[in-house]
């Protein structure tokens, strides 16, 4: 396998010729905020719009899971201008999330939380007006609770129920802002032919999907950096 | 390709071109009349098949031998259904707004006895001495038709007639040329995409021509979603063969074994038209195996979309080809390395290819010769809104915007004041005044903040409210917008949110600051080319009009009269006439009636603000006025109907 280095933040690494910038980045300490990336997902859906860098030479800021590496490469992920738009796409998000973290299972390992802290915004950020859903809460499964409120639609748990493990019980439907994460006929989880793997709800990065036996006051039990 | 395979394109062509020439001539040179009835989609809604039928039934009552055809669109729309009559001894004739009555009288005063029936002429078709021609409009000056040629002329549901007026002729010689001949015969030409982005189509060609892996594919994108955009629609009703032409010889020159006509399902028409067409080129082995005894196969097939705006994106367009739903997906890499099914893939708009025809027979020098430095060959608009003659022109690259709206577009009516230009649909942006001088080509007006888009040219006048014009924009881009990646889901939503504050009233100045912001990072952080131009009617309308939007905030005051929740009803005393209760009648709310003096008053509560009364009120009076914001109105009549 043929590797190649480049410059993250100043930072020299080497990584193989075939990976994004993104995974060159995480792979070696160094955090891009990220909610739809998954390693072996090879064509990245590029959905949640957040881990945008700059990269010398180039006139504007690029999503650093699409952008494969090259040698010599200079990726600022600190810049303004990429920055910025993490920013806005991270408060566009949050201001159609429910924020009530104390209640929530994933409290404490939530992917939000963390990109929070990193961009320095505030989780309740006043910028944009809460525009929420309101959809009901699906607790038909003996395993998962389904939220779809909480969901940021990154579509990692599709891809995985539908690619990693063949399953396909859930997917995409509607558009727009009513975009939605559900089963096939809108049927309840526990009704869909879903097996109750959970691999979904290790992956999803928000509370939108929970194990049953990890509600009550107990944070997520997942192991965050294996997740993705 | 030998000199003996040249032989048999040649000979093969030579005979179809032979029998086409020959209906056609049999059709015009036996000294019988002729009437063409213009019924594309325009024509029909404006009642041309009860036309058509109504010169057929008459035609055979007087038992006189006129063949009735039926024609594309002319491009005339605003004086729908046309119908031309050609008769011996006169010059063509074409009339406007046309219906059975008429039809009837032509075929009995025109075509059977010798009066030309002045009082229905819209002009002729050739300049002449006994009436009026197009030629004599003022837009004939301006207006150039390359691509619009045969719209309106010919039969689109006869591949012979297309052949007999050029049609194919391009192919038969690009079959003879080498491939490599043809893509550098386009990059020469320097034409650019007309679905809107304006990529160099020769360039487009050559990556795909290089690009391993096979079948290739080749693909015309007629999924024309812009709301007041018919170009592609009127192009493919009225002249399938063109664009079918121009897809076998993408196909050619790229190497690509099958073709795909993305087109709505909206668009019956054009499906069935299109369709029609393919039916008939297989059968003169235009298309299919070993086209004209070339080695060359290909052939096309035709999908109807089901209306989704995204799909008229590239990617999101291949999915929807694919199978799945229509989301767009990230590029690189591009289609034309890894489009359909992964393949090599061209992805052509339907005005760009029905251009190729041209360039292949006519030469890239020739095509080259027409339009500006940057943007070669013309532009087709769809000219709609507060515009006398609505329909679609073309008019080469480099006309400037008020000769496309005043003399070919012959003005605003009403006498009302032009505001501004709405150019390219969701994606581009309006346009005011002073930029009307403005030449219109690819760089040009994405500078100003617009967009050629597919072309669609909506124009505004002084009743038009701006900042109800960017709402409304982004309302569609927000209905239509595939919810894939954040911004373009939750951003263009949050502007809207804002934006429809501003036509209530609700909203700070503040506020303006935060659009401008976030309509930045929609641009910079969307996925695909719906989301980065979403922002653009928003961002055009508050360079140019950000009085309106102050006025909205800071007054709650709408200056076109058009935000209802801004504006009332109100008559005016001393202009309404005490013996007439027209406006009571009509008010759907009961909200009108009328004081002691018999002065009619709207009561404010009870108006729902539907306007009725402002239409039934009679001319001579013209009371009922609209006033903005709603506070002006005189507090003293809102006590008159409590008492």
Partial sequence: MRTVSLTIDGQKVTVSEDAKVLWAALDNGIYIPSLCSLRDRLEPAASCRLCFVEIEGYTRPVTACTEPVKEGMVVNTRGADALRLARTGFELLMASHPVDCAHCAANGVCELQTIARHLRVKLKAKRFKKLLRELPIDSSSLELVYDPNKCVLCGRCVWICRERLGIGVLGFAHRGFRRVVTTFGDAPLGESGCTGCGECARACPTGALTMKDHQDGLNKNRELAAAP | ?643
């Avoid at chain 2, 009082?119 to 207006?143: G, H, I, K, M």
């Avoid at chain 2, 917008?481 to 909203?507: A, D, H, I, N, P």
């Fill in chain 2, 1 to 643: 390709m030998t000199a003996a395979q040249r032989q048999t394109v040649a000979s093969a062509f030579e005979q179809l071109k032979n029998h086409a020439s020959s209906e056609w001539k049999g059709l015009w040179e036996s000294g019988r009349p002729v009437i063409t009835v213009g019924a594309a989609t325009c024509g029909r809604a404006a009642g041309a098949l009860e036309v058509l039928q109504a010169f057929r039934d008459e035609v055979k009552r007087q038992n006189v031998d006129c063949p009735v055809i039926e024609v594309g669109c002319m491009g005339h729309c605003y004086s729908e259904p046309d119908v031309t009559i050609f008769k011996p001894g006169y010059p063509p004739i074409c009339y406007g707004n046309a219906n059975p009555v008429i039809a009837e009288r032509l075929v009995k005063e025109f075509v059977l006895g010798d009066d030309p029936c002045l009082e229905f002429v819209l002009a002729a078709t050739e300049p002449n001495d006994l009436v009026p021609s197009f030629a004599d409009f003022p837009r004939s000056q301006y207006e150039k038709k390359i691509v619009l040629k045969n719209c309106g002329q010919i039969d689109p549901e006869q591949i012979e007639h297309y052949i007999a007026n050029g049609g194919y002729a391009a192919l038969a010689k690009a079959l003879q040329t080498r491939p490599e001949g043809i893509v550098d015969e386009l990059k020469r030409s320097g034409l650019r995409g007309r679905g809107g982005a304006g990529f160099p189509t020769g360039q487009k060609w050559e990556i795909c021509r290089n690009a391993k892996g096979r079948p290739k594919h080749v693909i015309c994108n007629a999924d024309e979603g812009d709301p007041g955009a018919f170009m592609d629609r009127a192009i493919l009703e009225s002249d399938p063969h063109s664009v079918l032409e121009g897809m076998i010889i993408a196909a050619y020159a790229v190497g690509a074994r099958h073709g795909h006509i993305y087109v709505r399902a909206e668009y019956p028409l054009a499906v069935e038209r299109a369709r029609t067409a393919i039916r008939q080129a297989q059968k003169l082995n235009l298309l299919g195996k070993n086209i004209l005894g070339s080695d060359f196969s290909f052939d096309v097939r035709i999908f109807q979309g089901s209306g989704a705006f995204v799909c008229g994106e590239e990617t999101a367009l291949i999915e929807s080809l694919e199978g799945k739903a229509g989301l767009p997906y990230h590029r690189p890499p591009f289609p034309a390395t890894h489009g359909l099914n992964g393949k090599p893939t061209v992805i052509d708009n339907v005005k760009t290819l029905a251009s190729v025809r041209h360039i292949i027979e006519n030469g890239a020098e020739w095509f080259a010769s027409i339009g500006t430095a940057g943007s070669k060959g013309t532009a087709v608009f769809a000219l709609a809104g507060k515009v006398v003659n609505t329909g679609l022109a073309e008019v080469p690259m480099g006309t400037t915007l008020r000769q496309v709206i005043f003399d070919v577009g012959s003005g605003i009516p009403n006498g009302k004041r032009f505001k501004a230009v709405q150019i390219g649909g969701p994606s581009g942006g309006c346009l005011p005044e002073s930029a009307l001088d403005l030449p219109i080509d690819f760089d040009s007006l994405t500078e100003a903040g617009a967009m050629m888009g597919s072309g669609g040219m909506i124009v505004l006048d002084e009743d038009d409210c701006m900042v109800e014009i960017a709402r409304y924009f982004l309302e569609f881009t927000q209905r239509e917008s595939c919810g894939k990646c954040t911004f373009c889901r939750l951003g263009t939503r949050q502007m809207l949110e804002v934006l429809g504050g501003f036509t209530r009233g609700e909203g700070s100045i503040e506020d303006l600051d935060m659009l401008m912001e976030l309509a930045r990072d929609i641009k910079g952080g969307s996925l695909c080319a719906l989301g980065r131009t979403a922002p653009n009617p928003v961002l055009t309308t508050l360079r140019h009009f950000r009085d309106e939007y102050e006025a909205h905030i800071l007054e709650g005051r709408c200056p076109a009269l058009m935000c209802t929740e801004l504006i009332t009803f109100y008559i005016l005393p001393d202009k309404c006439e005490r013996s007439c209760d027209a406006c009571v009648g009509t008010c759907t709310v009961e909200a009108i009636s009328p004081n002691k003096k018999r002065i009619k008053v709207i009561d404010q509560d009870k108006c729902v603000k539907c306007g009725t009364c402002l239409v039934a009120c009679p001319p001579q009076y013209n009371a009922v006025i609209k006033v903005s914001p709603p506070s002006e109105v005189p507090t003293a009549e809102k006590q008159a109907v409590e008492r």
